[in-house]
């Protein structure tokens, strides 16, 4: 194992301070969007989003798990980050190490803290998911996320990968979680409690109190962000695993499949097909003691912009467009797009105050959420046509019903897709960044503002 990104020389920044505002939205293409849009809004109504002045296309590039491999036409969001973070194209699962080998690859954050800058990352995920990780730690599987996931990862028998050669004893950084703790970054916000209570690897004590050693003050309460001391780095962990969504579907519904007659089954042009039932969107009630990603938002800005002359790097992830896509519950997007949508209206007030701030706003990848008629443009033939695979029809605000199709898989969970997704910019970004860009590309826009 090559670890070419520890020793990376301090960069000499002598630009008047600048700053980059990477957001992320998990899984957020135009589907999500569109169906966000629709609901938050109206069918003519804009989100904050749509009023930036720059927007782009964005490939995303994914390759096989070698050295010059073939490509692979769908991402996950460990390869997905990794671009984004580094400049690489890697393949799915792994955490800024090149596809092939376990070489790692210097990150954006590595090269800011060269740089004396300061970095934050805030998500809505647990803090060693694929997104965050992808920015400050490198390991070859993204499921090492606690000491006690890093040999023989499985599931109920099914081997999943395993990360031996990244432990500390191994000469590696040990798990994501470990090397989060170890890592020089001043903010990281999110959920990920559980993964910080085993015992560090070759010590008596917790990866939580791993952290505090290395100089991290650790919360787990959405009341203790405000009283934070100023003069530690900052750890919040605000749930176990995932935060919770705002939205959930009515008592708890999500996509469910439409039910065919008995004729339907002996024969298509026979019988009929019931549709799941309308449904509303609800207020989820675990959310109510979650921090939001707005209010995470801002207390990154404050701690990373205060008595700070030499700039910053945030990036910031609305982690539960993708998640609560691959369990088909389309509410729980629609609320983490609002999520999402709150944070940049953070963003953008403080680059009203502090002009030389770039924002970029994206995602990782598409997900599997299509957009498509409540009653079938078809519908006037005898026959009964419906969509395949699970489907939710939801009341919106204006008294319409939006159906939203989930078909790209019989597993419990549905798949992520392959399309281009937006990349929007504030007026910095205006003739800094090309309309059409593949996702490595992000890594040098970043680089160059900031000039590290």
């Known amino acids: ?24 939205g998990d899984g957020m293409d135009e589907q999500q969007l569109t169906i966000a849009r629709n609901y938050l809004k109206g069918s003519q109504g804009k989100l904050r989003l ?4 720059f927007r782009a296309s964005m490939q995303i590039l994914t390759t096989e798990d070698r050295q010059n491999g073939k490509p692979v036409y769908v991402a996950d969001s460990a390869n997905t980050a990794t671009s984004m973070a580094t400049g690489v194209i890697t ?10 080998s376990d070489t790692t690859i210097a990150t954006i954050v590595e090269l800011a803290v060269a740089g004396g800058l300061r970095t934050g990352l805030v998500t809505t995920s647990s803090i060693t998911d694929a997104t ?66 085993p015992i560090a690897e070759a010590e008596t004590i917790s990866v939580k109190a791993l952290a505090e050693r290395n100089g991290f003050e650790v919360i787990t309460r959405k009341d203790e962000l405000a009283s934070a001391s100023q003069d530690k780095r900052l750890l919040g962990v605000f749930a176990q695993s995932t935060l919770p969504v705002r939205l959930r579907g009515e ?71 993708d998640k609560q896509s691959h369990e088909r519950k389309p ?47 078809f519908a006037a033939y005898p026959i009964s046509t419906y969509t395949p695979g699970y489907v939710a029809r939801i009341v919106t605000p204006e008294g319409s019903h939006m159906a939203i199709n989930y078909a790209t898989s019989n597993f419990m969970m549905e798949e992520h897709t392959g399309a281009a997704v937006p990349l929007l910019a504030n007026s ?20 160059e503002y900031l000039g590290i």
């Open 1 to 24: 194992m090559t670890q070419n990104s520890a020793n990376i020389a301090p960069i000499e920044v002598t630009h008047q301070p600048r700053q980059v505002i990477l957001i992320i």
């Open 50 to 53: 749509d009023h930036l002045p």
């Open 91 to 100: 393949s799915r699962g792994r955490i800024s190490t090149r596809a092939g």
């Open 132 to 197: 965050p990780a992808s920015f400050i730690t490198h390991i070859n599987f993204r499921l090492c996320e606690n000491p006690d996931a890093m040999v023989d990862v499985n599931y109920k028998g099914i081997a999943l990968g395993d990360c031996s050669e990244y432990l500390k004893a191994n000469g590696g950084g040990g798990s994501i979680a470990e090397q989060l703790a170890d890592s020089p970054v001043d903010v990281l916000l999110g959920g990920g409690e559980k993964h910080f209570t």
């Open 251 to 321: 008592d708890g519904r999500e996509a469910e499949e439409p039910e065919p007659s008995l004729l339907n089954y002996i024969h298509p042009y026979l019988g009929d097909v019931t549709l799941p039932a309308p449904m509303v969107c609800e207020a989820n009630p675990d959310f109510a003691n979650m921090p939001s990603l707005q209010q995470m938002t801002n207390i990154a800005l404050d701690r990373l912009s205060r008595n700070n002359n030499k700039g910053f790097f945030l990036m910031i992830e609305s982690a539960s467009i």
């Open 331 to 377: 509410c729980g997007s629609i609320g983490e797009v609002e999520q999402l949508d709150e944070a940049l209206q953070s963003a953008l007030a403080f680059a009203e105050t502090h002009p030389r701030t770039l924002i970029l706003v994206t995602a990782d990848h598409s997900q599997a959420a299509q957009l498509i008629p409540d009653e079938s443009l």
């Open 428 to 447: 910095e970004g205006i003739g800094r960044i090309p309309t059409f860009v593949q996702q490595p590309q992000i890594f040098g826009i970043i680089r």
